[in-house]
């Protein structure tokens, strides 16, 4: 089976550089993939990008060596086995706040007797090899994204569960649903981000998070964090935009 590119970083002690796209269209997932990341993530939660779409972006991504992911939707078994099956090494789970959610979401991700996963990888079995089914298991990854008050309370119990390969951060969430405005690092908030990677370290699961800038990725970094995904897409492009808009009309 075609190896996992983040599982072999971590192992050698690196972390991952992720990109995420939200807009729909196959040359955009090759400009991401062309562009230096480690890894993309295709995001299917508050992306535009439906299950028809995944699957091109997933193959224009397929030509290049990168790890290709997706977010989910919601914390849905036949949309994460959909997702695999169409070739996904990593799935992201949005909204995972407690241990019976984090449960259901990690069952999805793996075969029989490790999880409830229905056979049948369509074209996954394409791009990673005719070994997929023996390797499938320890070669694919699950993140429980922990975004929530609920979800940093229960965090002990999450990360207990047998099956989780890593966290992934949503920032925005994270800070509304501690009072404060999307994308806010209040000084609650960052001690909120330092208590979860402590957590992970004790419990030897892997963390990512989102992140606004490359500059605040190093910093994840430099706290514990594995993974790291540079803002997306289409904030991207629209921050490049202003900005040579802005010095050509000034």
């Known amino acids: 089976m075609k190896k996992n590119g983040i599982q072999e970083a971590w192992n050698n002690g690196q972390n991952i550089v992720n990109g995420w796209s939200s807009i729909a269209n196959t040359f955009n997932s090759e400009i ?23 699957v091109e972006m997933l193959q224009a991504i397929s030509g290049y060596n990168i790890t290709p992911m ?32 984090c449960e259901k979401f990690v069952a999805a991700c793996r075969y029989p007797p490790k999880g409830n996963r229905s056979f049948g990888p369509i074209r996954a079995r ?28 229960n965090l002990d119990k999450i ?4 099956e989780l390969d890593a966290v992934y951060i949503g920032p925005s969430d994270l800070a509304v649903t501690m009072g404060y405005a999307p994308g806010a690092y209040e000084k609650e908030v960052e ?21 606004p800038d490359g500059k605040t990725v190093k910093e994840r970094f430099d706290m514990g964090y594995n993974l790291g995904t540079i803002s997306a897409d289409a904030a991207l492009l629209s921050q490049a935009s202003k900005r040579e808009i802005a010095d050509a009309k000034n």
Request: hydrophobic residues 40%.
């Open 126 to 153: 394409m791009y990673a090899g005719d070994d997929y089914f023996q390797h499938a298991n320890d070669t694919l990854l699950n993140f429980a994204m922990i975004e929530t008050s609920e979800a940093v309370d």
């Open 32 to 54: 991401l993939a062309t562009s230096g990341f480690d890894s993309v993530t295709i995001d299917m939660q508050h992306g535009l990008v439906g299950y028809q779409k995944v």
């Open 159 to 162: 990360l207990s569960v047998e």
């Open 70 to 101: 997706v977010r989910v939707p919601w914390n849905d078994p036949s949309m994460v086995m959909r997702c695999l099956d169409a070739g996904a090494y990593g799935i992201i789970c949005p909204m995972v706040n407690t241990k019976e959610e």
């Open 191 to 211: 001690d909120c981000l330092s208590y979860i990677i402590e957590m992970c370290k004790k419990k030897n699961i892997k963390a990512g998070i989102h992140c």
